[in-house]
């Protein structure tokens, strides 16, 4: 059991350090790789890639190191993914609801709950001995899903739905 905390402490701070990098490094570099990976604009659906890509990465590194000994670590983890996802827009557009705008450090702190909630989730789930146990429906449900995510993360980039999740706020416009 402290390894799988060690290993979700280190994917916590991991996500941190690396979703906050990844906000970033579209200005930086440009380019469509550095697009898919990281935010091209302000909009809710850019700053789920700054939590999507490292618990992506950093669940690829643990399934390699400890997760295929577990039996249902793929739907732990893609789970846990999703609680990172709806934590954020929840959150976020709940507070913004009530406030009526959006400051960075609430953003900031978006970003860490939904962090925290995923690695949570999937430390609690983990320790167990049946870990969402691994039925062959739950592991391909989860694998189905995260390659959804994976494609709408692409696609979306480039061609988002006129919806406000996709709407940055600072231009008015969607995606590129």
Same mark, same amino acid.
């Given at each position: 059991? &402290?390894?799988?905390?060690?290993?979700?402490?280190?994917?916590? #701070?991991?996500?941190? #350090?690396?979703?906050?990098? #990844?906000?970033?490094?579209?200005?930086?570099?440009?380019?469509? *790789?550095?697009?898919?990976?990281?935010?091209? +604009?302000?909009?809710?659906?850019?700053?789920?890639?700054?939590?999507?890509?490292?618990?992506?990465?950093?669940?690829?590194?643990?399934?390699?190191?400890?997760?295929? +000994?577990?039996?249902?670590?793929?739907?732990?983890?893609?789970?846990?993914?999703?609680?990172?996802?709806?934590?954020?827009?929840?959150?976020?557009?709940?507070?913004?609801?009530?406030?009526?705008?959006?400051?960075?450090?609430?953003?900031?702190?978006?970003?860490?709950?939904?962090?925290?909630?995923?690695?949570?989730?999937?430390?609690?789930?983990? &320790?167990?001995?049946?870990?969402?146990?691994?039925?062959?429906?739950?592991?391909?449900?989860?694998?189905?899903?995260?390659?959804?995510? #994976?494609?709408?993360?692409?696609? *979306?980039?480039?061609?988002?739905?006129?919806?406000?999740?996709?709407?940055?706020?600072?231009?008015?416009?969607?995606?590129?």
């Amino acid at each position: 059991m &402290k390894k799988v905390f060690l290993w979700n402490l280190s994917g916590l #701070l991991f996500t941190l #350090l690396v979703g906050t990098l #990844l906000h970033f490094v579209y200005d930086w570099f440009g380019g469509s *790789f550095w697009a898919v990976l990281g935010a091209v +604009n302000e909009s809710t659906w850019e700053h789920l890639k700054l939590v999507f890509w490292p618990i992506v990465l950093f669940g690829f590194i643990e399934y390699l190191f400890y997760g295929r +000994n577990i039996r249902g670590f793929l739907p732990t983890k893609v789970f846990s993914l999703l609680i990172a996802m709806v934590s954020i827009v929840v959150v976020f557009y709940t507070y913004t609801g009530i406030i009526g705008d959006h400051f960075l450090v609430l953003d900031i702190l978006t970003f860490v709950i939904g962090a925290v909630l995923a690695y949570w989730f999937a430390y609690c789930q983990l &320790k167990k001995a049946r870990s969402m146990d691994a039925n062959k429906f739950l592991w391909g449900f989860s694998m189905i899903l995260l390659i959804v995510l #994976l494609i709408s993360f692409i696609i *979306f980039t480039f061609d988002p739905p006129h919806i406000a999740l996709f709407l940055d706020p600072a231009q008015g416009s969607y995606g590129l």
